[in-house]
């Protein structure tokens, strides 16, 4: 017995199949992870915020960074604090291309600086938190809509 199958069926069956194959997200593949160079920081002391991303997925995928840093700083609770307002230039909002397979690694100091509503009361000349404990989080925004985040890390920030 022979089967035979006609062809708008299996037009179909392989168009389900391409379209399964194709990321479902914008950001399908992409893993992205933080790290610190020091468990602390306070004034004078910088700590590096490492933050990497790696496409795993068979497409080239597009990110844009966050201003000046590619990661936040929130208190325990999740509210944003810092980190505290740096420059926005224009090259860094444009958007970067991750091809798959690639790693794309950004490292920069952070001393325990916040937004200006979360300073420490030392007047305006202040720009650190407060001392206690934050969580750093990698942060990259996808053009078309979203962003991707890694797990937190836990910093404490000293006086």
């Not at 091809?99 to 420490?120: E, F, I």
């Not at 934050?134 to 890694?150: D, H, K, T, V």
């Amino acid at each position: 017995m022979r089967m035979t199958m006609n062809r708008p069926i299996l037009a179909i069956l392989a168009s389900a199949v391409m379209a399964c194959s194709a990321p479902t997200t914008p950001f399908a593949g992409l893993a992205i992870q933080t790290s610190i160079s020091a468990d602390s920081t306070g004034p004078g002391e910088p700590t590096m915020v490492t933050v990497s991303v790696t496409n795993w997925g068979k497409h080239a995928q597009q990110l844009t960074e966050r201003c000046d840093r590619p990661f936040e700083v929130t208190t325990l609770d999740g509210t944003k604090v810092g980190p505290g307002n740096g420059t926005c230039d224009m090259i860094y909002r444009l958007p970067f291309r991750i091809a798959p397979g690639q790693t794309m690694t950004r490292s920069v100091a952070w001393d325990g600086d916040g937004y200006p509503s979360a300073w420490d009361g030392h007047g305006d000349s202040s720009r650190i938190l407060p001392a206690g404990e934050y969580l750093i989080q990698g942060a990259y925004s996808i053009p078309s809509g979203g962003e991707i985040r890694s797990y937190p890390v836990r910093v404490h920030v000293t006086p």
